[in-house]
């Protein structure tokens, strides 16, 4: 039987010049006798994820949205042998137009967590996921942002339990002869997969500064909030209005935007824009989608990053970002927020640098912040790293080492983190079941693979 690739088309509209490029591919993925089904997203309508965990825990495997959930490629994905990701390279990162899709990776996976290699990921749903391969496209040469995506790449890989994976970044004005030798070489090599120490070391520090903010009256802050969850309230606006209020307490104007689908329409974006104007410093504040920013999230930066280039602005602005995960190692953001230090770069924006925790959703889930959660888990460290963040953005500052640190911190007193992430998966587990029980849903029901071959479990 010839062998299913899925392509994945992440350029964006205004990028038809790299149509060339997924000639090229489409042409060498041919000759290898293969059958080839290419999906061009932005002639697709997709909704994004909404973070509802619909998918897990009330119609199993699938998307409460439907085809506009991505219904097809996902389906097309699982059943494929070899699914490539095809995008520009952005900030070291996807496009907003492929990471619409990606988001949606997560019904592949079961909520149940395990630990593989040392670190914690979800359980795959399917016996068998396609090997990935990534290809960036770059206009112009930038090895850093080129090995981010590589390794964005092999987390995906990662967190979906494919076989192998390979990852390679070309420029838009590479000649059709090396285009080629890349392709060929990419359709078989297996890269080795970035496992924890590659991201650890990936925190992207402060840069220095050089003078406080300078403006006329009290500064300003603006908090975008990332998360794109409508049915309950986020761990991201939690953390960044508690920032918020610190600042505010400096006699600091603030203001906050929480992004929503209407960012992709002209007023939308128009009001995003405005805001990130107005302020001296933004705080960004989202989850950590699929080892990266959600798609609103990519979406933003890229309408920042294009609104700066255009404008030539020269208002001295600073940035800051929280990001907040499922699993409990708080490093695993650290691709996410190199993203955000590489966004800042490209947009004259200073950054001030950022702050991650691990077990987002068991420490707060979007409950206020108390010193004790509402499973009795200690929380004080979380506060503590915030109140000196606050303090410090509010004095110029960048944001403190111990802040750092201390938000990653084991929350039971005198418990190394192995203790930590064994009671924390055990729990974690049984929460979630306990949560799909509350839909009608039991534990068999939440093992439904509907996009499996010859499956008994299809969709309704
Ligand atoms: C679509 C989706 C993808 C996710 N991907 C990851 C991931 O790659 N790694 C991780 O640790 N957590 C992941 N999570 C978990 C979220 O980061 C976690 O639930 C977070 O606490 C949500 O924060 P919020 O309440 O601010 O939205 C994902 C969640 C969703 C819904």
């Known amino acids: 039987m010839n062998k299913k690739i899925v392509v994945i088309d992440g350029t964006r509209t205004g990028e038809e010049n790299l149509t060339s490029i997924l000639d090229i591919l489409n042409a060498e993925l041919k000759q290898s006798n293969a059958e080839v089904q290419v999906f061009s997203l932005r002639d697709m309508k997709l909704a994004h994820c909404i973070g509802c965990f619909g998918c897990w825990l009330e119609t199993p495997g699938f998307c409460r949205f439907g085809e506009a959930g991505g219904r097809e490629i ?10 490539i990701l095809f995008t520009p390279v952005v900030f070291g990162g996807y496009s907003s137009q492929l990471k619409q899709i990606v988001d949606r990776f997560v019904s592949h996976v079961l909520p149940y967590f395990g630990l593989y290699d040392g670190e914690i990921h979800h359980r795959p749903r399917y016996l068998r996921f396609p090997r990935i391969v990534g290809i960036g496209v770059q206009h112009n040469p930038d090895i850093p942002e080129a090995n981010l995506f590589k390794l964005i790449v092999g987390r995906n890989a990662i967190n979906f339990h494919a076989p192998d994976y390979a990852a390679e970044v070309i420029g838009s ?4 002869e090396h285009l080629r030798e890349v392709f060929r ?4 090599r297996k890269d080795s997969f970035p496992w924890g120490k590659s991201v650890k070391s990936l925190m992207p520090p402060a840069e220095a500064l050089m003078s406080r903010p300078e403006t006329d009256g009290a500064p300003r802050a603006c908090l975008i909030v990332g998360s794109p969850k409508t049915l309950s309230n986020s761990t991201s606006s939690v953390f960044g209005n508690y920032l918020l209020d610190r600042l505010k307490g400096y006699d600091w104007r603030t203001e906050s935007l929480t992004l929503k689908a209407s960012l992709c329409t002209e007023q939308g974006e128009a009001d995003l824009l405005a805001a990130v104007d107005r302020a001296d410093l933004l705080l960004f504040a989202f989850p950590l989608y699929i080892d990266a920013l959600p798609f609103l999230m990519t979406k933003a930066l890229e309408l920042i990053a294009n609104h700066r280039h255009k404008y030539d ?5 600073r940035l800051f970002a929280i990001t907040n995960n499922g699993f409990p190692e708080s490093y695993q953001n650290n691709p996410a927020l190199s993203i955000c230090r590489n966004f800042a770069t490209a947009s004259g924006i200073i950054w001030i640098g950022g702050l991650a925790m691990g077990a987002g959703e068991a420490l707060s889930g979007g409950e206020p912040l108390k010193p004790r959660n509402n499973q009795g888990l200690p929380c004080m460290h979380i506060i503590e790293a915030l109140k000196a963040t606050g303090d410090a953005l509010a004095q110029g500052q960048t944001v403190p080492i111990e802040a750092i640190r201390g938000i990653t911190r084991t929350p039971i ?4 983190f192995l203790i930590w992430r064994w009671l924390f998966t055990f729990n974690a587990n049984k929460w979630w079941e ?27």
């Open 74 to 83: 996902l389906q097309a994905l699982i059943q494929s042998d070899m699914t």
């Open 173 to 176: 004005t590479d000649d059709s």
């Open 185 to 188: 070489s990419l359709i078989t």
């Open 313 to 317: 602005h020269v208002r001295l602005q």
């Open 413 to 416: 007193p005198y418990t190394p």
């Open 434 to 460: 306990k949560r799909a029980a509350g839909h009608g849903v039991n534990k068999q029901s939440m093992l439904a693979q509907p996009y499996a071959i010859n499956t008994k479990n299809k969709m309704p």
